[in-house]
């Protein structure tokens, strides 16, 4: 640290027990502030801030003074990451005298200090010519983040202001704050704040906020930023940006860069460039979303085709039909080309073939034959669908049409099968509410929670929301007085129903006590429902004061402190918590040894 910069304790660690000294300069620091004053610009290396000098508690007070010292008008103080800056072997200081000449004090690695003329120098120091070639010099305020710890906030929302809590520091007006955040190592903030200035046109400030993060190397910065520029009808210089992490191997990158690619003709380039990596069925799949933005959807198939027909058996077992078919998704993805070009006979010959029929509550199959009008096939598909997921797609075609009944029907023969028992009950009634039936469909639910095994959390819970949305909260509360009777005992996860019922018949204050009296009313989970039942009745300081005496309620802390107009303390409320190691990535290894 420059002794033009340090504060009083971190001079006292560096210059312990001589007191001429640390006085020296602290009254030589006196001169930022002479009249007129000398105009300063100093760059800091990024190991200052990060190399402890003394407590943690000089390193605060340092920084503090450095934020002090960068309002003075005539100060220019900005942070170089750590990096190779082309001619500077150690620091230096140029001084211009009140003639104009420029004298260097210069201090290089095995020669010590050196006083020369400006333009005695060979090479001239220019700390400009390198901004200009890619080093990016911070603004001071940044804080210093790490890319492991930006994907471990964005992963759990950990540690830092959620993109919820950045809306609504949006919308409420709060963007000095937003701007100010972004600056300083909040990246959800950072995203928004960039986005509001791209939509002003300012899109050389916009990529000035990104830029810290960028420098990371974290892959979503780089993103971001790239679809920003092509958004902005920059994207050659999209291109540019994302092609190293694309290059590099990078999954996500590979997703985003090729479709990139063949959004601006360079359709050939981009299928290139994914087809090594056509055995993972996460880039397969862009590679097949680029591949038809090209016009080249034969090509691809005939990548598909090739895995799917090489493909070898899962075991040595003779009796075994599996295949082991890398991409796992290949025949989805090709029947998928097959339906683009029209060919839904071999689409749906393809989908025939499939080991793995529903994939995150879709079926294929039946989405295909229901977009194509083919109910009669998909009916009778439906009726062997193990799943339920074809009847769901007949019944979504035919209250699409008008047919109300008939999907109705098609949900109680679903309900009917001891493999629908609750997906199908459960579809029914939402179709039932959707259309103003909601008795029936507190019914249906009742009968399924009344069912033996029935009264799941989730169906429980349905149906207490039923009641209570059809204005019969008491109806729920009797149950739930029903099967509390049954079980004996009610943990907390039921008891939580009650309180929205109780509140619904006019009894808050009967809910906020018992809540406090159950078993389960000291714990952070239950502490939310409870300051929930407070800030409902316009007592929001105590609903703080319930959540402050927990840990892991930052986020609800937070609104409520957000709602008595808290600002900075939801803020600092977020950002409390310490980022911890993210986890691996799956490599689609399996383990017999936790975590599996």
Same mark, same amino acid.
């Given at each position: 640290?420059?002794?033009?910069?340090?504060?009083?304790?971190?001079?006292?660690?560096?210059? *312990?027990?001589?007191?001429?000294?640390?006085?020296?300069?602290?009254?030589?620091?006196q001169v930022l502030n002479r009249q007129p004053p000398p105009r300063v610009r100093i760059v800091l290396g990024e190991s200052v801030l990060a190399r402890r000098v003394g407590s943690r508690e000089v390193m605060r007070a340092q920084c503090a003074h450095l934020l002090e010292v960068s309002q003075l008008e005539n100060v220019t103080l900005q942070i170089a990451p750590t990096a190779h800056y082309r001619g500077v072997s150690g620091s230096f200081s140029i001084a211009t005298q009140p003639t104009g000449d420029q004298l260097v004090h210069?201090?290089?690695?095995?020669?010590?200090?050196?006083?020369?003329?400006?333009?005695?120098?060979?090479? +001239?120091?220019?700390?400009?010519q390198d901004q200009q070639r890619g080093h990016r010099m911070w603004p001071l305020g940044f804080i210093l983040v790490q890319a492991d710890d930006l994907e471990y906030m964005v992963r759990t929302h950990s540690g830092c202001i959620s993109p919820h809590m950045v809306s609504r520091l949006v919308e409420s007006g709060?963007?000095?704050?937003?701007?100010?955040?972004?600056?300083?190592?909040?990246?959800?903030?950072?995203r928004e704040w960039a986005r509001l200035l791209g939509e002003q046109g300012r899109h050389a400030e916009a990529l000035e906020v990104l830029a810290p993060y960028v420098a990371t190397g974290?892959?979503?910065?780089?993103? $971001?930023? #790239?679809?920003?520029?092509?958004?902005?009808?920059?994207?050659?210089?999209?291109?540019?940006?994302?092609?190293?992490?694309a290059e590099a191997g990078d999954r996500c990158a590979l997703v985003f860069f090729g479709p990139l690619l063949a959004r601006h003709g360079r359709g050939d380039e981009a299928v290139a460039l994914l087809r090594p990596y056509i055995g993972d069925w996460?880039? #397969?799949? #862009?590679?097949?979303?680029?591949?038809?933005?090209?016009?080249?959807?034969?090509?691809?198939?005939?990548?598909?085709?090739?895995?799917?027909?090489?493909?070898?058996?899962?075991?040595?077992?003779?009796?075994?039909?599996?295949?082991? %078919?890398?991409?796992?998704?290949?025949?989805?993805?090709?029947a998928g080309i097959r339906e683009r070009q029209g060919r839904l006979n071999e689409a749906i010959t393809l989908l025939r073939r499939r080991e793995v029929t529903s994939v995150n509550g879709r079926d294929q199959l039946a989405d295909l034959l229901?977009?194509?009008?083919? %109910?009669?096939?998909?009916?009778?598909?439906?009726? $062997?669908?193990?799943?339920g997921h074809a009847a769901q797609s007949l019944a979504e075609f035919l209250e699409e049409r008008g047919d109300v009944e008939g999907a109705i029907a098609v949900y109680r023969r679903s309900a009917d099968s001891p493999e629908h028992r609750f997906h199908g009950p459960v579809h029914l009634a939402e179709l039932l509410v959707r259309h103003g039936r909601g008795?029936?469909?507190?019914?249906?639910?009742?009968?399924?929670?009344d069912s033996p095994g029935g009264a799941e959390d989730w169906i429980v819970h349905m149906l207490c929301t039923l009641y209570a949305d059809q204005g019969r909260p008491e109806d729920g509360l009797a149950y739930l007085d029903s099967l509390k009777a049954r079980r004996g005992e009610e943990e907390w996860l039921f008891f939580q129903m009650r309180l929205p019922l109780m509140v619904?018949?006019?009894?808050?204050?009967?809910?906020?006590?018992?809540?406090?009296?159950?078993?389960?009313?000291? $714990?952070?989970?239950?502490?939310?429902?409870?300051?929930?039942?407070?800030?409902?009745?316009?007592?929001?300081?105590?609903?703080?004061?319930?959540?402050?005496?927990?840990?892991?309620?930052?986020?609800?802390? #937070?609104?409520?402190?957000?709602?008595?107009?808290? %600002?900075?303390?939801?803020?600092?409320?977020?950002?409390?918590? $310490? *980022?911890?190691?993210?986890?691996? +990535?799956?490599?689609?290894?399996?383990?017999d040894e936790p975590p599996f």
């Open positions: 640290m420059v002794g033009l910069l340090q504060c009083e304790d971190y001079a006292r660690v560096l210059l *312990p027990a001589d007191g001429m000294a640390i006085e020296a300069r602290l009254k030589r620091q210069l201090v290089e690695v095995g020669r010590g200090h050196r006083r020369v003329s400006y333009d005695d120098l060979h090479r +001239p120091i220019d700390y400009r709060h963007l000095g704050e937003v701007e100010f955040q972004a600056r300083r190592g909040e990246w959800f903030c950072a974290w892959w979503e910065a780089a993103e $971001t930023t #790239a679809e920003l520029l092509e958004g902005w009808g920059r994207f050659e210089e999209a291109i540019e940006l994302a092609r190293p992490y996460f880039v #397969a799949t #862009a590679l097949v979303k680029a591949a038809g933005s090209a016009g080249l959807d034969e090509d691809a198939a005939a990548l598909l085709a090739a895995r799917i027909d090489t493909a070898e058996f899962a075991c040595d077992d003779p009796s075994c039909d599996r295949r082991n %078919i890398e991409p796992s998704n290949a025949i989805d993805l090709l229901a977009r194509h009008d083919r %109910i009669a096939e998909l009916r009778a598909y439906a009726e $062997t669908e193990f799943h008795d029936e469909a507190t019914e249906v639910i009742r009968s399924l929670a619904a018949c006019g009894r808050r204050e009967e809910a906020i006590k018992e809540a406090r009296a159950h078993p389960e009313g000291g $714990t952070s989970y239950a502490a939310s429902a409870i300051a929930g039942l407070l800030a409902g009745a316009g007592r929001t300081e105590e609903a703080v004061a319930v959540l402050e005496r927990q840990d892991g309620s930052a986020h609800a802390l #937070a609104e409520y402190l957000f709602e008595l107009g808290r %600002i900075e303390d939801a803020v600092a409320v977020l950002q409390q918590s $310490t *980022p911890g190691p993210i986890p691996s +990535p799956w490599t689609d290894a399996l383990a």
